[in-house]
Each structure stands twice: as C-alpha cells, then as structure tokens.
C-alpha cells in the first residue's frame, strides 16, 4: 500500500517527531508509515487522515 504521509507533513511544515506528537505515536512508527515498511491499524490511519483534514482513501492508496 502506498501513502502520502511524507508528502502531506512535508507540505506541512511538520518534522517527523512532531506529527508522531500529534498522533501519540513514536517517530519510528511515521517513518516506517512514511516508507511503507508499516501499514496503519486502521484507527491510526484515520487519525492521520484526520490530523491532515483529507480522507483514508485519499492518503493511502494501491498503485
């Protein structure tokens, strides 16, 4: 599964310690989002989606 994780808390502004604050996660945990090697519970990943106001559909995808 792919996501735009990187890329939205990128566009953000955000470090990866600062969204892993914002969703009560490590920063291992949004690095290994970030590079696929870890696919969000299915809470995590609408947290994500709403700390970023977009859909779970919208941020992970299947190429």
Known sequence: MKNDV???????????????EALDVSRQTV????TGRYDPSLPLAIAIARHFRSTVEEIFHVD
């Not at 990187?6 to 892993?20: M, N, W, Y």
């Not at 690095?31 to 970030?34: K, Q, V």
């Open 6 to 20: 990187r890329e939205l808390r990128l566009a953000a502004g955000l470090s990866q310690r600062e969204l892993a």
């Open 31 to 34: 690095n290994s989002i970030e």
